[in-house]
């Protein structure tokens, strides 16, 4: 049964990867982006795009756009290279107003892209200022998105991204420890939670592994 899912930070490496597995299946995808120049590049993978600016958009104004949707997944971030403020405005701030306006377009599910370390918040590491508030920033999105009860959520924590191939092994779990995994086998993982409602309500880790990401995603709820 073909569903609609809309992808906040569409035109992200993690997202095209995902628009492309969920179009080629047959699912309804639309991608939220903010440059209308990316529009072409999610129309290659199947999506529609809709231009908005998540940083200067009211909940009225995402609310339109996630009307019929049955999932909504966060994949924005304000990239490398982005200072702390924006780590706010979009990490933060973006994600929560993605999950404000999918509970008043009625949308039931919810899907976060997260970051590794975001309960630890680097406060004490000596980590750089930057990346401290790039986790701190995440972990109040994930509180806050978690806090809405009308959303069944499933937060992601992926370790340190990669461009080489999916190999399709991973490892789950609440805590993994250090790891990297490759953007393909993110989007894999992402679309096995959609597929399993009962990860709802559950927030893990994932690296590189050993096994199947079907199997993985499974143990999750067992």
């Known amino acids: 049964m073909s569903r609609r899912i809309v992808i906040a930070g569409g035109h992200g490496k993690i997202?095209?990867?995902?628009?492309?597995?969920?179009?080629?299946?047959g699912?309804?995808?639309?991608?939220?982006?903010r440059n209308p120049a990316h529009v072409a590049d999610l129309e290659a993978a199947g999506a529609e795009a809709a231009v908005v600016d998540l940083e200067n958009s009211s909940v009225a104004d995402v609310t339109e756009h996630l009307r019929g949707a049955d999932t909504v997944v966060f994949a924005a971030g304000a990239g490398p290279?982005?200072?702390?403020?924006r780590k706010e405005t979009v990490d933060r701030d973006a994600a929560i107003l993605l999950a404000d306006a999918a509970v008043a377009a009625g949308v039931p599910r919810y899907?976060?892209?997260?970051?590794?370390?975001?309960?630890s918040r680097a406060d004490e590491s000596g980590a750089d200022p930057v990346f401290a508030a790039y986790l701190r920033a995440k972990a109040d999105a994930d509180n806050a998105v978690?806090?809405?009860?009308?959303?069944?959520?499933?937060i992601?924590?992926?370790?340190?991204?990669?461009?080489?191939?999916?190999?399709?092994?991973?490892?789950?779990?609440?805590a993994t420890g250090r790891g990297?995994?490759?953007?393909?086998d993110v989007a894999a993982v992402l679309v096995e939670v959609l597929d399993t409602p009962?990860?709802?309500?559950?927030?893990?880790?994932?690296?590189?592994?050993q096994t199947a990401i079907p199997a993985a995603v499974a143990a999750v709820v067992t």
């Open 180 to 184: 990297s995994i490759p953007r393909q």
């Open 198 to 209: 009962d990860t709802a309500g559950r927030t893990f880790e994932l690296i590189g592994g």
């Open 111 to 119: 899907v976060m892209i997260s970051a590794m370390g975001a309960d």
């Open 146 to 154: 978690r806090a809405r009860g009308e959303l069944a959520t499933t």
């Open 156 to 174: 992601v924590r992926p370790g340190l991204l990669t461009d080489e191939a999916g190999t399709g092994l991973v490892t789950i779990a609440e």
């Open 15 to 25: 997202a095209l990867l995902l628009e492309r597995l969920l179009a080629d299946r």
């Open 27 to 33: 699912d309804s995808v639309v991608g939220l982006v």
């Open 81 to 85: 290279g982005s200072g702390a403020a």
